[in-house]
Protein backbone atom coordinates (compact mmCIF):
# COMPACT_ATOMS: atom_id res chain seq x y z
CA UNK A 1 0.00 0.00 0.00
CA UNK A 2 1.55 3.62 -0.83
CA UNK A 3 1.60 5.86 2.41
CA UNK A 4 -0.97 8.57 2.19
CA UNK A 5 1.70 11.67 2.49
CA UNK A 6 1.02 14.82 1.06
CA UNK A 7 4.06 14.84 -0.36
CA UNK A 8 2.89 11.81 -2.92
CA UNK A 9 0.17 14.45 -3.98
CA UNK A 10 2.20 17.93 -4.03
CA UNK A 11 0.94 17.69 -7.93
CA UNK A 12 -2.73 16.92 -8.19
CA UNK A 13 -3.75 17.06 -11.94
CA UNK A 14 -6.06 19.60 -13.06
CA UNK A 15 -8.49 17.14 -15.17
CA UNK A 16 -8.57 13.36 -14.79
CA UNK A 17 -10.49 11.11 -17.12
CA UNK A 18 -11.20 7.62 -16.73
CA UNK A 19 -12.25 4.43 -18.71
CA UNK A 20 -14.62 2.85 -16.29
CA UNK A 21 -13.87 -0.81 -17.86
CA UNK A 22 -14.30 -4.51 -16.11
CA UNK A 23 -17.94 -4.47 -14.99
CA UNK A 24 -18.92 -7.23 -16.87
CA UNK A 25 -15.65 -9.37 -15.61
CA UNK A 26 -16.34 -8.05 -11.98
CA UNK A 27 -19.91 -9.74 -12.49
CA UNK A 28 -18.80 -13.12 -13.95
CA UNK A 29 -15.79 -13.65 -12.00
CA UNK A 30 -18.66 -13.68 -8.68
CA UNK A 31 -21.46 -15.70 -11.21
CA UNK A 32 -23.90 -13.00 -11.27
CA UNK A 33 -25.61 -11.55 -14.47
CA UNK A 34 -22.92 -8.98 -16.48
CA UNK A 35 -25.90 -6.21 -15.48
CA UNK A 36 -25.08 -6.67 -12.03
CA UNK A 37 -21.56 -5.69 -12.53
CA UNK A 38 -23.02 -2.29 -13.96
CA UNK A 39 -25.10 -1.56 -11.34
CA UNK A 40 -22.23 -1.88 -8.99
CA UNK A 41 -19.87 -0.06 -11.14
CA UNK A 42 -22.53 2.96 -10.64
CA UNK A 43 -21.97 2.68 -6.34
CA UNK A 44 -18.43 3.34 -6.55
CA UNK A 45 -19.12 6.35 -8.61
CA UNK A 46 -20.02 8.84 -5.29
CA UNK A 47 -16.83 7.95 -4.10
CA UNK A 48 -14.61 8.07 -6.52
CA UNK A 49 -16.58 11.90 -7.55
CA UNK A 50 -16.17 12.70 -3.59
CA UNK A 51 -12.48 11.69 -3.40
CA UNK A 52 -11.71 14.08 -6.35
CA UNK A 53 -13.30 16.77 -4.44
CA UNK A 54 -11.19 15.80 -1.61
CA UNK A 55 -8.00 15.86 -3.16
CA UNK A 56 -8.46 18.81 -5.18
CA UNK A 57 -9.26 17.80 -9.06
CA UNK A 58 -10.91 20.71 -10.92
CA UNK A 59 -12.45 18.63 -13.96
CA UNK A 60 -13.58 14.58 -13.51
CA UNK A 61 -14.72 12.91 -17.33
CA UNK A 62 -15.78 9.77 -17.06
CA UNK A 63 -16.54 7.35 -20.08
CA UNK A 64 -19.82 6.32 -19.49
CA UNK A 65 -21.00 4.59 -23.38
CA UNK A 66 -19.53 4.24 -26.44
CA UNK A 67 -20.41 5.09 -29.58
CA UNK A 68 -19.01 1.35 -30.33
CA UNK A 69 -21.19 0.58 -27.32
CA UNK A 70 -24.05 0.13 -29.34
CA UNK A 71 -22.98 -3.16 -30.59
CA UNK A 72 -24.21 -4.85 -27.41
CA UNK A 73 -26.82 -7.29 -27.22
CA UNK A 74 -29.56 -5.24 -26.84
CA UNK A 75 -30.95 -6.06 -23.62
CA UNK A 76 -27.48 -5.33 -21.70
CA UNK A 77 -27.70 -1.56 -23.81
CA UNK A 78 -31.21 -1.29 -22.60
CA UNK A 79 -30.24 -2.01 -18.34
CA UNK A 80 -27.65 0.66 -18.93
CA UNK A 81 -30.10 2.88 -20.04
CA UNK A 82 -32.27 2.00 -17.21
CA UNK A 83 -29.27 2.72 -15.14
CA UNK A 84 -28.21 5.52 -16.23
CA UNK A 85 -31.68 7.54 -15.63
CA UNK A 86 -31.71 5.58 -11.93
CA UNK A 87 -28.60 7.06 -11.30
CA UNK A 88 -29.42 10.70 -12.14
CA UNK A 89 -32.58 10.25 -10.25
CA UNK A 90 -30.88 9.40 -7.23
CA UNK A 91 -27.64 11.25 -7.50
CA UNK A 92 -28.53 14.35 -8.68
CA UNK A 93 -29.80 16.52 -5.73
CA UNK A 94 -26.48 15.37 -4.20
CA UNK A 95 -24.16 16.15 -6.98
CA UNK A 96 -26.47 19.87 -7.15
CA UNK A 97 -25.59 20.19 -3.16
CA UNK A 98 -21.90 19.18 -3.23
CA UNK A 99 -21.82 21.58 -6.62
CA UNK A 100 -20.57 20.06 -9.21
CA UNK A 101 -21.60 20.77 -12.36
CA UNK A 102 -22.82 17.96 -15.23
CA UNK A 103 -21.55 18.54 -18.52
CA UNK A 104 -22.11 16.02 -21.39
CA UNK A 105 -19.23 14.55 -24.17
CA UNK A 106 -21.53 12.67 -27.08
CA UNK A 107 -24.50 13.37 -29.04
CA UNK A 108 -28.15 12.76 -27.66
CA UNK A 109 -29.42 11.56 -30.78
CA UNK A 110 -29.86 8.34 -30.52
CA UNK A 111 -30.92 8.14 -26.39
CA UNK A 112 -34.51 8.04 -25.76
CA UNK A 113 -36.92 11.26 -24.83
CA UNK A 114 -36.89 10.72 -21.08
CA UNK A 115 -33.28 9.88 -20.12
CA UNK A 116 -32.14 12.66 -23.36
CA UNK A 117 -34.36 14.91 -20.68
CA UNK A 118 -33.04 14.00 -18.03
CA UNK A 119 -29.32 14.62 -19.03
CA UNK A 120 -30.44 18.26 -20.12
CA UNK A 121 -32.10 19.18 -17.23
CA UNK A 122 -29.51 18.13 -15.23
CA UNK A 123 -27.43 20.29 -17.30
CA UNK A 124 -29.12 22.95 -16.80
CA UNK A 125 -29.76 22.46 -13.24
CA UNK A 126 -26.31 22.56 -12.36
CA UNK A 127 -24.50 24.67 -14.89
CA UNK A 128 -23.33 27.16 -12.15
CA UNK A 129 -21.57 25.15 -9.83
CA UNK A 130 -17.68 25.24 -9.46
CA UNK A 131 -16.67 22.61 -7.40
CA UNK A 132 -15.81 20.09 -9.79
CA UNK A 133 -16.63 19.57 -13.56
CA UNK A 134 -17.77 16.55 -14.30
CA UNK A 135 -18.12 15.85 -17.47
CA UNK A 136 -20.53 12.38 -18.81
CA UNK A 137 -18.76 10.52 -21.97
CA UNK A 138 -22.20 9.14 -22.54
CA UNK A 139 -22.23 8.24 -26.12
CA UNK A 140 -19.32 9.17 -27.38
CA UNK A 141 -16.60 8.91 -29.72
CA UNK A 142 -13.34 10.19 -29.99
CA UNK A 143 -13.31 10.12 -34.19
CA UNK A 144 -17.02 10.88 -33.91
CA UNK A 145 -16.25 13.57 -32.29
CA UNK A 146 -13.43 14.56 -34.74
CA UNK A 147 -15.77 14.53 -37.41
CA UNK A 148 -18.60 16.49 -35.82
CA UNK A 149 -16.08 19.38 -35.59
CA UNK A 150 -14.72 18.94 -38.98
CA UNK A 151 -18.44 19.31 -40.13
CA UNK A 152 -18.50 21.95 -37.93
CA UNK A 153 -15.99 24.22 -39.26
CA UNK A 154 -17.09 23.29 -42.88
CA UNK A 155 -20.61 24.38 -42.20
CA UNK A 156 -19.20 27.34 -40.75
CA UNK A 157 -17.38 28.42 -43.69
CA UNK A 158 -13.86 28.72 -41.95
CA UNK A 159 -11.24 29.60 -44.01
CA UNK A 160 -8.43 26.77 -44.24
CA UNK A 161 -5.55 28.89 -42.67
CA UNK A 162 -7.55 29.60 -39.74
CA UNK A 163 -8.25 26.06 -38.34
CA UNK A 164 -5.22 25.98 -36.45
CA UNK A 165 -5.46 23.32 -33.19
CA UNK A 166 -6.98 26.03 -30.84
CA UNK A 167 -9.94 26.71 -33.13
CA UNK A 168 -10.24 23.09 -33.89
CA UNK A 169 -10.51 22.51 -30.49
CA UNK A 170 -13.65 24.79 -30.07
CA UNK A 171 -15.55 22.54 -32.29
CA UNK A 172 -15.09 19.85 -29.68
CA UNK A 173 -17.42 18.56 -26.81
CA UNK A 174 -14.67 19.92 -24.46
CA UNK A 175 -14.68 23.18 -25.77
CA UNK A 176 -14.12 24.37 -22.49
CA UNK A 177 -11.98 22.05 -21.14
CA UNK A 178 -8.39 21.69 -20.36
CA UNK A 179 -7.20 18.33 -22.16
CA UNK A 180 -7.24 15.37 -19.12
CA UNK A 181 -3.70 15.52 -17.52
CA UNK A 182 -4.21 11.73 -16.43
CA UNK A 183 -6.25 9.07 -17.89
CA UNK A 184 -6.77 5.92 -15.72
CA UNK A 185 -8.14 2.81 -17.18
CA UNK A 186 -9.39 0.25 -15.15
CA UNK A 187 -9.64 -3.67 -15.72
CA UNK A 188 -6.09 -4.36 -16.87
CA UNK A 189 -6.86 -3.67 -20.88
CA UNK A 190 -4.37 -1.38 -22.32
CA UNK A 191 -6.33 1.08 -24.88
CA UNK A 192 -8.02 4.12 -25.61
CA UNK A 193 -11.11 2.77 -27.16
CA UNK A 194 -11.96 5.74 -28.69
CA UNK A 195 -11.64 8.17 -25.55
CA UNK A 196 -10.70 11.54 -25.85
CA UNK A 197 -8.25 10.44 -28.78
CA UNK A 198 -7.43 14.27 -29.71
CA UNK A 199 -7.32 15.65 -26.14
CA UNK A 200 -5.44 12.96 -24.85
CA UNK A 201 -2.68 13.22 -26.79
CA UNK A 202 -0.16 14.27 -23.88
CA UNK A 203 -1.85 13.55 -20.67
CA UNK A 204 -0.05 10.73 -18.58
CA UNK A 205 -1.90 7.14 -18.21
CA UNK A 206 -2.38 5.18 -15.51
CA UNK A 207 -3.68 1.77 -15.95
CA UNK A 208 -4.83 -0.83 -13.05
CA UNK A 209 -6.04 -4.60 -13.60
CA UNK A 210 -8.79 -3.31 -10.89
CA UNK A 211 -12.08 -3.86 -11.85
CA UNK A 212 -14.42 -0.63 -12.18
CA UNK A 213 -16.53 -1.48 -9.49
CA UNK A 214 -14.04 -2.13 -6.98
CA UNK A 215 -11.77 0.82 -7.77
CA UNK A 216 -12.07 3.62 -5.15
CA UNK A 217 -11.14 6.84 -2.97
CA UNK A 218 -7.13 4.55 -2.30
CA UNK A 219 -7.05 3.55 -5.92
CA UNK A 220 -7.40 6.86 -6.90
CA UNK A 221 -4.91 7.94 -4.55
CA UNK A 222 -2.50 5.47 -6.09
CA UNK A 223 -3.17 6.78 -9.62
CA UNK A 224 -2.29 10.36 -8.33
CA UNK A 225 0.64 9.17 -6.79
CA UNK A 226 2.04 7.44 -9.78
CA UNK A 227 1.48 10.85 -11.93
CA UNK A 228 3.81 12.86 -9.70
CA UNK A 229 6.08 10.44 -10.02
CA UNK A 230 6.51 11.17 -14.04
CA UNK A 231 8.00 13.93 -15.84
CA UNK A 232 5.93 15.23 -18.65
CA UNK A 233 8.62 16.86 -21.42
CA UNK A 234 6.36 17.53 -24.24
CA UNK A 235 8.46 16.46 -26.67
CA UNK A 236 11.56 18.67 -24.82
CA UNK A 237 14.61 17.42 -23.44
CA UNK A 238 14.37 16.86 -19.73
CA UNK A 239 14.96 19.76 -17.34
CA UNK A 240 18.57 19.93 -16.21
CA UNK A 241 18.30 20.35 -12.07
CA UNK A 242 21.62 22.67 -11.73
CA UNK A 243 20.61 24.98 -14.16
C1 LIG B 1 -17.54 -1.02 -18.70
O1 LIG B 1 -17.58 -2.37 -18.34
C2 LIG B 1 -18.93 -0.44 -18.84
C3 LIG B 1 -19.30 -0.11 -20.23
C4 LIG B 1 -18.57 -0.28 -21.27
C5 LIG B 1 -20.62 0.47 -20.41
P1 LIG B 1 -17.73 -3.50 -19.43
O2 LIG B 1 -19.18 -3.80 -19.64
O3 LIG B 1 -16.98 -3.19 -20.67
O4 LIG B 1 -17.07 -4.73 -18.69
P2 LIG B 1 -16.11 -5.83 -19.31
O5 LIG B 1 -15.00 -5.09 -19.99
O6 LIG B 1 -16.94 -6.61 -20.29
O7 LIG B 1 -15.66 -6.63 -18.15
C1 LIG C 1 -14.71 1.39 -23.16
O1 LIG C 1 -14.87 0.10 -22.68
C2 LIG C 1 -16.01 2.14 -23.05
C3 LIG C 1 -16.47 2.46 -21.71
C4 LIG C 1 -15.83 2.21 -20.60
C5 LIG C 1 -17.73 3.14 -21.64
P1 LIG C 1 -15.21 -1.12 -23.65
O2 LIG C 1 -15.31 -2.32 -22.78
O3 LIG C 1 -16.39 -0.80 -24.48
O4 LIG C 1 -13.93 -1.17 -24.59
P2 LIG C 1 -13.35 -2.36 -25.48
O5 LIG C 1 -14.47 -2.85 -26.34
O6 LIG C 1 -12.90 -3.43 -24.54
O7 LIG C 1 -12.22 -1.75 -26.22
MG1 LIG D 1 -15.09 -3.52 -21.26
Same mark, same amino acid.
Given at each position: MIE @??? =?? &?????????????????WALEKGLPRFAGHKAGTENLREVIEA???????? &???????? =?????PQDEIQGLMRIFKTML?? @? &????? @?????LRHFGCLDRIDEVLKRK?? @???? &????NQTLI????????????ILRAVQGIVKDGLPAEE?????????LYSANCPDPDLIIRTSGEYRCSNFLIWQGAYSEWYFTPTYWPDFGKEELHQALTAYNQRERRYGEVKKDPDK
Open positions: @ESP =EN &LAKIPTHVAIIMDGNGRSVEFGIQY &LTIYAFST =ENWKRDR @E &LNNLH @ENGVQVI @EAIE &LTKDLNVAFNYGGRDEVDEKTFSKY
